[in-house]
């Protein structure tokens, strides 16, 4: 699990200036209607400024190699990971997850995954981790 970033916020490129790329989060709502939501918590290590309320708006990002450290919400519960993106200028990213929150006998696991926005491809791995209490 990575550790909670600390340091200073992450500053999206202007996208009048420069040619970017640009990452979403997703949620789905789970049987009883709460929302459960994975979105991009930092870029390459710097916290992006109120992240989980910003879940579906688009984060600009410079093209290149990035990391993305993607976060997982739901009540008491949360997960965090580290997925490495190729991003591309002009195309759109979204951090895609799945988890047992919520479920009879789970509360345990999120898997976090990037894809292609356009197409649905699967751009990464997989990453499994653990859920963990606020």
């Given at each position: ?11 999206s ?53 990035r ?65 963990l209490?606020?």
């Open positions: 699990m990575p550790a909670p970033v600390p340091g200073p916020f992450y500053i490129p202007k996208v009048t200036e420069e040619p970017t790329a640009f990452l979403t989060g997703s949620a789905r709502n789970n049987t009883i209607g709460s929302l459960f939501s994975a979105f991009p918590f930092a870029i390459d290590n710097l916290r992006v400024e109120n992240a989980s309320d910003r879940w579906s708006i688009p984060l600009p990002l410079r093209p290149g190699r990391i993305i450290n993607a976060e997982f919400n739901y009540l008491n519960r949360y997960a965090r990971a580290d997925l490495e993106l190729a991003a591309k200028e002009y195309e759109d990213y979204v951090v895609k997850f799945t988890t047992d929150a919520g479920l009879p006998r789970g509360d345990s696991f999120c898997e976090f995954w990037l894809e292609d926005a356009k197409s649905g491809k699967a751009l990464t791995s997989v990453v499994r981790v653990n859920l209490k606020k």
